[in-house]
């Protein structure tokens, strides 16, 4: 079936400091992959997504590139704020099928 | 640019007691979902709706029914609460049925059952 695993833990790191979430894949054929983001309190937002192969998704100083090869759609900042802080998703649908699967979140915390 | 909105936003109900979560949607959205989200639990799918008309279990339906009304409307009814149902409740539209396409949340609906 089709599943997201993301990196275990939270994430502790300082302001302008690179984040790197991992993220990787199962699924047959050639999923959509997402990123959502929820701050403290709010519901999920879409961060960016991608829907082919070697395609980019970028927004708000994130990118994440879909990576066939490894089955992997790794979220990047090349420097947080304090503001970033928040949980990160990552997500697959696969074409015709009207659900997302979603990974188990990382907690990220940008300390001042 | 309302979305998706859900009431109540918050809510505490005694063990055995019933309540039906709202959610609506003004983007002429087709299909709508409800997740519960629990700490270590990620999201989990309860029940969804493709088109108006149809529902479908999710991963964890047991417990919950629910009712799409029309197309802008989805909602989710708990018969008789219990703890284990003590969670955060986060309704999604979603544009097309097909891979492209995100979702859009509403920002939450937090239950204590007591």
């Known amino acids: 079936g089709n599943s997201v695993t993301q990196m275990e833990g939270p994430v502790t790191l300082s302001e302008e400091a690179f984040l790197t979430i991992n993220c990787t894949y199962t699924?047959?054929?050639?999923?959509?992959l997402f990123w959502y983001v929820q701050y403290p309190g709010e519901g999920l937002q879409l961060l960016l997504k991608?829907?082919?192969?070697?395609d980019k998704g970028s927004n708000k100083g994130f990118e994440a590139t879909y990576r066939k090869e490894t089955t992997s759609f790794h979220l990047e900042k090349g420097s947080v704020q304090v503001s970033d802080s928040a949980v990160y998703f990552c997500?697959?649908?696969?074409?015709?099928?009207?659900?997302?699967?979603f990974g188990k979140g990382n907690q990220v915390v940008v300390i001042p | 640019n309302a979305g998706v909105t859900q009431t109540p936003k918050f809510q505490v109900l005694k063990t055995g007691q019933s309540m039906t979560l709202q959610c609506a949607q003004d983007?002429?959205?087709?299909?709508m979902y409800w997740y519960r989200q629990d700490p270590g639990m990620g999201l989990r799918l309860i029940y969804y709706?493709?088109?108006?008309?149809?529902?479908d279990k999710g991963e964890v339906p047991n417990g919950y029914n629910v009712s799409r009304l029309n197309k802008r409307e989805f909602s989710l009814r708990l018969e008789s609460a219990a703890p284990s149902q003590t969670s955060v409740y986060f309704c999604?539209?979603?544009?097309?049925?097909?891979?492209?396409?995100?979702?859009?949340f509403g920002s939450g609906t937090r239950l204590t059952v007591v």
């Open positions: 709706s493709a088109s108006e008309g149809t529902t």
């Open positions: 699924a047959t054929g050639y999923p959509s």
């Open positions: 991608a829907t082919k192969a070697d």
């Open positions: 997500a697959l649908r696969r074409e015709g099928n009207n659900r997302l699967a």
């Open positions: 999604a539209s979603s544009e097309a049925d097909r891979g492209g396409y995100g979702y859009t």
């Open positions: 983007m002429n959205h087709n299909s």
